[in-house]
Nanobody
Framework: QVQAVESGGGLVQAGESLRLSCTVSGLTFELYAMAWFRQAPGKEREGVVCITRYGTTTYYTDSAKGRFSIPRDVAKNTMYLQMNSLKPEDTDMYCC????????????????WGQGAQVTVSS
């Protein structure tokens, strides 16, 4: 059974940094494209950034470019969302997702999801 568990969410002030973790079990981590999505209440889930099995990164949210990165530790079956210079508009629930093909910014393309981690940025 595939399981993805996020951790690291919380409340921070604008300008601070936060790192989310997504640890996956039940699949061969290095064969999957892994992504982070964000979702606000009542809104569609939208892609933020994705990393392919080869380590190529694609951003789907312009505001994340230059501030967010998606490192991963294959040995630990874990990927991260490093968020720097956080802004109040970054406040959302962040979810990790995985798929066996290449990266996609569309939520319907992903097979596996974590439960989400809340990030709240105060001004």
């Amino acid at each position: 059974q595939v399981q993805a568990v996020e951790s690291g969410g919380g409340l921070v002030q604008a300008g601070e940094s936060l790192r989310l973790s997504c640890t996956v079990s039940g699949l061969t981590f290095e064969l999957y494209a892994m992504a982070w999505f964000r979702q606000a209440p009542g809104k569609e889930r939208e892609g933020v950034v994705c990393i392919t099995r080869y380590g190529t990164t694609t951003y789907y949210t312009d505001s994340a470019k230059g501030r967010f990165s998606i490192p991963r530790d294959v040995a630990k079956n874990t990927m991260y969302l490093q968020m720097n210079s956080l802004k109040p508009e970054d406040t959302d629930m962040y979810c990790c997702a995985g798929r066996t093909a290449g990266c996609s910014g569309l939520r319907h393309d992903y097979n596996y999801w974590g439960q989400g981690a809340q990030v709240t940025v105060s001004s």
